[in-house]
């Protein structure tokens, strides 16, 4: 089969697919806040990566930091919310397939909580590269 035989050959729509096009997109929309809401409920880290993130904005707000150490301050606390987002959809897949344990079951769970830790940490030395010089000018 051809490459434009296969783009545009007729696929089945999945369930979710009703609706014009403006009504599909509100409910990503919404199942996405959805999302959002169940972590800040359920998923105490991430109550501690939105303290985090008031914190590095109030401190960025104070000693005046520039746009690209905004740049920086803003990506990373995004992406940190978002891996640890990804975390838990992990967890829960998991937690769905088994909940005894189970060496992959594990390692799926370890791995992708390291992801979010690897960011945390990038995020710190980061923090430090920027604030730090900027504290010492008030002392």
């Known amino acids: ?10 696929t089945p729509k999945r369930n979710k697919d009703t609706g014009t ?9 919404l199942h996405a806040i959805d999302g959002i ?3 800040l409920r359920y998923e105490h880290n991430m109550i501690i990566i939105l303290a985090a993130t008031i914190f590095a904005i109030s401190l960025g ?3 005046d930091i520039s746009n690209f150490e905004w740049l920086f301050i803003i990506f990373i606390c995004g992406a940190i919310a ?9 967890e829960s897949v998991v ?7 189970h060496p992959l079951a594990k390692i799926a769970k370890d791995t992708a909580s390291s992801a979010t830790l690897i ?3 990038v995020a710190f030395v980061g923090a430090i590269i920027i604030f730090i010089p900027k504290i ?3 002392m």
């Open 37 to 39: 809401i169940y972590c």
């Open 119 to 121: 960011l945390c940490i």
């Open 95 to 101: 937690d769905l397939v088994t909940t005894e344990f």
């Open 61 to 63: 707000l104070i000693v």
């Open 21 to 29: 096009a403006l009504e599909r997109y509100a409910k990503s929309f």
């Open 82 to 90: 978002a891996t640890e987002m990804i975390n838990s959809a992990i």
């Open 136 to 138: 010492m000018e008030f």
């Open 1 to 10: 089969m051809g490459l434009l035989a296969r783009f545009f050959r007729k």
